[in-house]
Nanobody, 120 residues
Framework: VQLQASGGGLVQPGGSLRLSCTAS????????MGWHRQAPGKRRELVAD???????LYSDFAKGRFTISRDNAKNTAYLQMNNLTPDDTADYYC???????????????WGRGTQVTVSS
């Protein structure tokens, strides 16, 4: 099982980016999917989660600017980020609670970070 994140890059303040995270491999079920981020010298923090039914949960800094969504048929979650500020500069990590098709147990899987830099 792998998580592949993409969509990071350099954007000016006030700009937008859309991150994608796709799970692949032998998957039986995907439960919660979400995004975390880690800025240099800081702890990793939750950005947003989304349940399999599509219910989102946002950290306070993400409310009103970020939108998380998912396409269960594609095993993919998205994070639309608008009105970005330099404080949003970080490595963004995808996380998913996955039950592989080789077991009955669910585990958390992390993708490699995708870098987001907000700078003029």
């Amino acid at each position: 099982v792998q998580l592949q994140a993409s969509g990071g890059g350099l954007v000016q303040p006030g700009g937008s980016l859309r991150l994608s995270c796709t799970a692949s491999g032998g998957i039986s079920k995907i439960n919660l999917m979400g995004w975390h981020r880690q800025a240099p010298g800081k702890r990793r923090e939750l950005v947003a989660d989304i349940t399999v039914g599509g219910a989102p949960l946002y950290s306070d800094f993400a409310k009103g600017r970020f939108t998380i969504s998912r396409d269960n048929a594609k095993n993919t979650a998205y994070l639309q980020m608008n009105n970005l500020t330099p404080d949003d500069t970080a490595d963004y990590y995808c996380k998913a609670a996955i039950t592989p098709d080789t077991t009955i147990y669910e585990s958390d899987y992390w993708g490699r970070g995708t870098q987001v830099t907000v700078s003029s």
